[in-house]
T-cell receptor, first 113, second 112 residues
Framework: SQTIHQWPATLVQPVGSPLSLECTVE??????LYWYRQAAGRGLQLLFY??????ISSEVPQNLSASRPQDRQFILSSKKLLLSDSGFYLC????????????FGSGTQLSVL | TQLLEQSPQFLSIQEGENLTVYCNSS?????LQWYRQEPGEGPVLLVT?????EVKKLKRLTFQFGDARKDSSLHITAAQPGDTGLYLC????????????FGTGTRLKVLA
């Protein structure tokens, strides 16, 4: 069966520090991968999605970046965090050719102080 | 620009009451999905509606896709405290892109 791992669960970082959040998927090949950010109690904002290695689509101009160094690994990064980067970050995957189903990781609560 | 608007934003009801949550857009979607999210966790898929006018039932939850495929509703009958959570609709922005966008969310609290 397929599983998605996202870490860390919580992170407290000072303004100006770098960021690296990692997400890996097991049990499937060539998944579509996603990074979303969620403000408290609100909807999800799509940040990046990838339909293959090295293929990254950016949806929101910001100081964040994403990379997909391996088929089932998706990394969210920043060189210098801003206060406004605080939020709940969610990684998700979907199976190629099987639309309408997203499977989410357990999320990372990022607090930038 | 929020492409999927949900209403109401918040809803607090007593156990046993019925409720309806709406998801509206000015754009046509090939399908819409409904998710439920618990605090501190990722959303979990409840259902996908694909055909205009389609109605799907999941126990006490009834989901409907609008005829024009621009809106959807979620109706809960005899709500229970276990229904408490954040309800999110989502859709593929342009068919074939795998780009999924989410609605603004409806936070439901069912009081015992």
């Amino acid at each position: 069966s397929q599983t998605i791992h996202q870490w860390p669960a919580t992170l407290v970082q000072p303004v100006g520090s770098p960021l690296s959040l990692e997400c890996t998927v097991e049990g499937t090949s060539n998944p579509n991968l996603y990074w979303y950010r969620q403000a408290a109690g609100r909807g999800l904002q799509l940040l990046f999605y990838s339909v293959g290695i090295g293929q990254i689509s950016s949806e929101v101009p910001q100081n964040l970046s994403a990379s997909r160094p391996q088929d089932r690994q998706f990394i969210l990064s920043s060189k210098k965090l801003l206060l406004s980067d605080s939020g709940f970050y969610l990684c998700a995957w979907s199976e190629v050719g099987v639309r309408e189903k997203l499977f989410f990781g357990s999320g990372t609560q990022l607090s930038v102080l | 620009t929020q492409l999927l608007e949900q209403s109401p934003q918040f809803l607090s009801i007593q156990e046993g009451e019925n409720l309806t949550v709406y998801c509206n857009s000015s754009s046509v979607f090939s399908s819409l999905q409904w998710y439920r999210q618990e605090p501190g966790e990722g959303p979990v898929l409840l259902v996908t509606v694909v055909t205009g006018g389609e109605v799907k039932k999941l126990k006490r939850l009834t989901f409907q896709f609008g005829d024009a495929r621009k809106d959807s509703s979620l109706h809960i009958t005899a709500a229970q405290p276990g229904d408490t959570g954040l309800y999110l609709c989502a859709g593929e922005w342009t068919s074939g892109t795998y780009k999924y966008i989410f609605g603004t969310g409806t936070r439901l609290k069912v009081l015992a």
